[in-house]
C-alpha cells in the first residue's frame, strides 16, 4: 500500500462543454507523480495540482526515448459511481513494457491504488453524457540528465486524467483502412509488444499518408515478409470468415490489448469458435471475393470496437460484408460497453467500482 | 539567416575537471532555443542560459517518442581557434529523421548559424587536453499538449554542449563486440535510418545484456534473416578481408553516419578498395577462420574510429587479427582526429573554423 500525499488544486478549472470534449484536449485539476532514484526505488507518491514539469534539457527521455505509456478509462454509472475496466491488467502491461526498456518495476496494486485515489480526487470530471469516458493516462519518463545512451538512473511515474468524448457520436459506423505495405511499425526482437513512445512517433508518417487518401486507419503487415496481418493504429483487428472468429496471435511484434483479450474471452463464453493465428492478407482477400469475409473489426479502449467496412491493398478495395455492422461487433460493442457502464452484468470480474458518494456533478 | 537573440547567463558556472570530463555529465552556461507553431513556422531563435524546460505533461514528446536528436563536436586547435567538422552534414541528416517522423525541415543554414552561434557564446568551455572535445546535441522535441496519436503542432530546436573526455584515454584500444541475434535494432520501413529517440530506448536492454557479459558494444543483424551485419551501437562498421575494406551498404535501417562518409572518402582518396555491401555473419566468420579477417572498427563521432578485436557470435568467439591495431585503422584515426584537431590539412573542405579571439582559456 502507498500512502499517497493528496496537495489540492486551490483553484479549480472550469469544465469543458461535455458534447465537445474530442479526445485527449482538456485536463483535470490533478495528477499523480511518483519519483524514482536509483538506490532509493519508488518514492514520495503524490496527487497534486496539474502543471507543467520542469526537466533538465538532457533529460534521458528527450534524446532517447526511454519512456512508455498506459490506456485505459472511468466510466460514470447511472447511479453515480464510477467504473474501472480491468485495470490490474494495464498494471501488467506497464511492466511488461518497463522491463523491455530497462525501467523499473511498479507493483500492479500500487499502479492501481494510483488510478483510484487519482481519479477519487477528481471524480467530478467524469462526464455522464452517454458514451462519455474519463480517460486516464499513466505513464513513465526517465529523467536523469546525462547524455549516455544507457537506462536513465531516474524516472517519473505519472498519471493524468482527460475527459473524453463519445467516440461514436452517430452510432457505430465502419471505417475503410489502408493496408500499409511499405512502412513496418514493429519487427519480433524490437518493441512492438510495448507501450512504448517511439513506436507511436514512428507509425505517424504512415497514418497520415492514409489519412490524406480518406482512410481512417492503417492496418500493419509483418515487418519480414509484408503479408501477415498484425494491428490497427491503435487497435487490435478481427475477422469473421464463415463463421469463425480469427485475430492475429502475440507473436512478439504485436501489442497485447486488453479490448482483445476481453473479447476473446466473450467469444468463447458464447461459444463462438474463435483463433488467435497467423492471418494472411492473401486469406482475407479471397475470403472477401467469395463473399465469407462476415465481419471485420478493430477492438482497443478508445473506441472499444470499432467496424471496419473496406480494406484498401495495394491499389485494390476490398469491402466487408456490403459496408454494414455485423452482429457478432454489434453484440461485443453492447456487451463490453454495457457492463463498463454498469448496465450488463460482469460475470467475469473484470469490473472494478469507485465509490463517490460526493457531489459527482459535472459542474 | 536568423537574428539570434543572445541572452548571456548572469552567473557563469565553474568548469569540471578537464581530466574527468566523461561523456554527457557537464553542460555548458548556455543553450539555444527556437520555437515553431503551426502556421508561424519556427520563431524566437535565441540563445539562453542553459535552465529547466517547462512543458505540459501531455505534451507529445512524452508520449508518442516524437523526437530526434544529432550529436557533433567542436575541437580546440593548438592556435586557439575551434574546429566544426562537417556540420553541414549534421543539418542535411536532422531533416531526413524530422521527415519520417513528421516534424518540419529547419534550412541548413540556419542549423549551422545556431551551431556556430552557441559555441562561440559558449567557447570558453571548448577543453584544450589532448583528445578531449566540446560535444553538440542538437535535438527537437514536440510541444503540443494533446494526448491524440498525431503529429504535435508546436517543437523546440535546440541546442545544448557539454564538454567530454578523451575516448581512449591510454590510446586506441581494440574492444569486443557482442552479435545480437535476438533482439533487433530496426527494420527496413522502421526508423533505423533516422536519428530518432525511440531506437535508443528500445536498444538499451541488449547493451545492458552484453555489457554485463563483458562486451563493450553489441553490433546489430538484419531484422528479416538475422544474418546480416548491420552497426554497432553508436557506430557503423568497416571489415578489411584480403586487402579489401567492406561496409554494410545504407539500406534503409542503418544510420547514415558522418564518420562513415568521411571514411569511405578517404579510403577512396587512398586508392583503397572500398565496398558498401550486404556482408553475411557467415563471411565474416569464414574469413575469421582463414586468418583473412585483417581489421575491424566502428566509426562514429564520439570515437572516431573503435578497433575491434574479437567478435561473440552463438556462443563462439572469432579473434580479429591477434586483437591488434591494424594500418588502416591507425591511418584513419590519426588522419580524422589530424584535421577535426588542425594539425593535418584538409582536402575534402569538412572543417569549418570558429574564431575565438577572446580569452578562450578553460578557466
Ligand atoms: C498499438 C496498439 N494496439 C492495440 C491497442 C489496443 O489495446 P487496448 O485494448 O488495451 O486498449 C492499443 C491501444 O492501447 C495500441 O496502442
Ligand atoms: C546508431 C548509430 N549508428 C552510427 C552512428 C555514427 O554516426 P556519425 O558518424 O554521424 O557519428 C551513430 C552516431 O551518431 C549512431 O547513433
Not at 289 to 312: C, Q
Not at 321 to 349: A, S
Request: glycine share 10%.
Amino acid at each position: 500500500m502507498l500512502t499517497i500525499d493528496i496537495i489540492k488544486a486551490k483553484q479549480l478549472k472550469d469544465k469543458p462543454d461535455p458534447n465537445n470534449l474530442g479526445f485527449g484536449n482538456y485536463f483535470t485539476d490533478h495528477m499523480f507523480v511518483m519519483d524514482y532514484q536509483e538506490g532509493m526505488g519508488w518514492h514520495n507518491p503524490r496527487v497534486k495540482p496539474y502543471e507543467d514539469l520542469h526537466l533538465d534539457p538532457s533529460a534521458v527521455v528527450f534524446h532517447y526515448g526511454q519512456e512508455m505509456f498506459e490506456g485505459l478509462k472511468a466510466y460514470r454509472r447511472q447511479d453515480g459511481e464510477i467504473n474501472l475496466f480491468r485495470p490490474d491488467m494495464n498494471g501488467k502491461r506497464l511492466n511488461n513494457t518497463n522491463d523491455r526498456i530497462c525501467m523499473p518495476q511498479i507493483p500492479v496494486e500500487d499502479f492501481v491504488q494510483a488510478v483510484r485515489t487519482l481519479v477519487h480526487t477528481d471524480a467530478s470530471w467524469v462526464p455522464e453524457e452517454a458514451g462519455t469516458s474519463l480517460y486516464i493516462r499513466p505513464f513513465v519518463i526517465a529523467t536523469e540528465p546525462t547524455l549516455m545512451v544507457n537506462p536513465s538512473k531516474s524516472y517519473l511515474f505519472m498519471i493524468i486524467l482527460s475527459p473524453v468524448g463519445a467516440y461514436y457520436k452517430e452510432g457505430l459506423n465502419p471505417v475503410r483502412i489502408y493496408v500499409e505495405d511499405t512502412y513496418v511499425r514493429a519487427s519480433k526482437g524490437g518493441v512492438g509488444e510495448a507501450k512504448t513512445g517511439g513506436s507511436y512517433g514512428a507509425s505517424m508518417i504512415a497514418q497520415k499518408n492514409a489519412k490524406n487518401e480518406g482512410f481512417a486507419q492503417v492496418l500493419w503487415l509483418d515487418a519480414i515478409e509484408h503479408r501477415y496481418v498484425e494491428e490497427v493504429g491503435t487497435m487490435n483487428i478481427f475477422f469473421k470468415i464463415r463463421g469463425k472468429v480469427y485475430t492475429p496471435a502475440l507473436s512478439g511484434s504485436i501489442l497485447p490489448g486488453i479490448t482483445r483479450d476481453s473479447v476473446i474471452s466473450l467469444l468463447k463464453s458464447w461459444d463462438i469458435p474463435i483463433y488467435e493465428e497467423r492471418i494472411s492478407m492473401d486469406t482475407i482477400i479471397e475470403a472477401s471475393k467469395n463473399g465469407d469475409l462476415e465481419e471485420v473489426f478493430g477492438t482497443g479502449t478508445a473506441a472499444v470496437i470499432s467496424p471496419v467496412g473496406g480494406i484498401h491493398f495495394k491499389g485494390l478495395d476490398f469491402v466487408v460484408h456490403n459496408n454494414e455492422i455485423g452482429p457478432i461487433t454489434r453484440r461485443i460493442y453492447d456487451t463490453l460497453t454495457g457492463m463498463q457502464y454498469g448496465n450488463v452484468k460482469d460475470d467475469f470480474g473484470w469490473i472494478e467500482t469507485i465509490e463517490d458518494k460526493n457531489d459527482h456533478g459535472w459542474l
